[in-house]
């Protein structure tokens, strides 16, 4: 049984996530490029790729230095793209309007409708930066090419608790595109951690808030 938690970490700092084995094996010499990192950071310089498919990108100073891979199923690429597509050409146009019209009602130094605008616009254009960074960086991975037993990303994976017998149902994707109220969980997530390379009728036990769950892997899915 695979057990996430602080506690764990400390006394083990060898069992790093292996996001090689997490990516199928698509990324199985990424761990060389990210000895010493942790965490989310550790995850994301492993998901950068293979050294052999690694982009590089020119500094000022002439070094080269790797630009990150963000991994993604085409889902959650097609999301972000809609998402950036509905900023650029449907938010932004009427923002500006109702900057324009706020200033054309005279002091802007008391002008809250004015400020409230200005504010707006500065949250889009960030996510808009945001949002063309990660699609820019994307390596989308085709889940309905994958098959097997042994969980990766893009695996939906059936859970059964084994205190309550509940079934949840969740699929391993990108960071960018996680949302637990959708049933998608971060591959850098505790229960991620937990479930990768495991296969279907295994227990793994995942250290939760309230404390230990345990959950047996009743069904593994590519969709």
Known sequence: MATIGNKASRQEPAARFDVGQALGGRYHRAERLCLGYSGYAWAMKACSGDADRARFARTTEGREEMVEKVPMTAGGYAAL????????????????????????????????????????????????AELEDKLARADIIDVTKLSGDTIKFGATVTLIDEDTEKKAVWQIVGEVEADAKKGRISITSPLARALIGKKMGTTVEVMAPGGAKSYEIAKVEWR
Do not use: C, F
Not at 98 to 125: F, M, P, T, V, W
């Open 81 to 128: 793209e809609t998402e950036l597509k509905k900023r650029q050409s449907v938010d932004r146009p009427r923002i500006i309007e109702h900057i324009a019209e706020a200033r054309s009602h005279g002091d802007l130094s008391e002008n809250a409708e004015y400020h409230a605008a200005k504010e707006e616009q500065s949250h889009n254009e960030g996510r808009i």
